[in-house]
């Protein structure tokens, strides 16, 4: 069964910083792309960022351009983002996708909280 | 910037046929695929058609996806509604080849 897990949300202060983490099991984790997408709260769907299988190619939004940075570790089978810089309008549920031409399957997202 | 625009909501009668759009702001909708995603309250986003007009297995044949060229707009059509079906349906392109663009969202009350 293909699982995709998320963690390292939170809150955090804006300015500041945290790394978001999403395990891969169930398939073979090197051979995907990989995206980032986030929610806010009633809000919809907004694509931050993806990777290629080596890394090789890497895209961002222009809302995250130069704040994030999507890495990925594909021998512990796992996905990166370190978010710097933190504002209130990163506030939202943050999803990984396995990408097979399309978001084929998604974490249950973790939840990102910038708030003093 | 190029944009996906659905309706805010759509409602219909269970039994019944719906039919979202999702029509695109510049170039030609039909120069890249999109992908319709459908999310339940409450719970992450799953693929309902993909590349257009594809099924996802264990997706039920009643749910179709078109592109309308004369429009520039795509639709996902939604026959013999079920209560179930009752969610937010998202639609998702590409811009610049390799920045993925969402839809704003659609909420499907079946009642």
């Known amino acids: 069964e293909v699982q995709l897990v998320e963690s390292g949300g939170g809150l955090v202060k804006p300015g500041g910083s945290l790394r978001l983490s999403c395990a891969g099991s169930g398939f073979t984790f090197s051979s995907y792309s990989m995206n980032w997408v986030r929610q806010a709260p009633g809000k919809g769907l907004e694509w931050v960022s993806s990777i290629s299988t080596s890394s090789e190619y890497i895209h961002y939004a222009d809302s995250v351009k130069g704040r994030f940075t999507i890495s990925r570790d594909n021998a512990k089978n796992s996905l990166f983002l370190q978010m710097n810089s933190l504002r209130a309008e990163d506030t939202a549920v943050y999803y990984c996708?396995?990408?097979?031409?399309?978001?084929?399957?998604w974490g249950l997202g973790t939840l990102v909280t910038v708030s003093s | 910037n190029f944009m996906l625009t659905q309706p805010h909501s759509v409602s219909e009668s269970p039994g019944k046929t719906v039919t979202i759009s999702c029509t695109g702001s510049?170039?030609?909708?039909?120069?890249?695929?999109v992908q319709w995603y459908q999310q339940r309250p409450g719970s992450a986003p799953t693929t309902v058609i993909y590349e257009d007009n594809q099924r996802p297995s264990g997706v039920p044949d009643r749910f179709s996806g078109s592109i309308d060229s004369s429009s520039n707009s795509a639709s996902l059509t939604i026959s013999g509604l079920k209560t179930e079906d009752e969610a937010d349906y998202y639609c998702q392109s590409f811009h610049s080849g390799n920045h993925w663009v969402f839809g704003g969202g659609t909420k499907l009350t079946v009642l």
């Open positions: 510049s170039g030609s909708i039909a120069s890249n695929y």
């Open positions: 996708a396995r990408v097979s031409g399309y978001l084929q399957e």
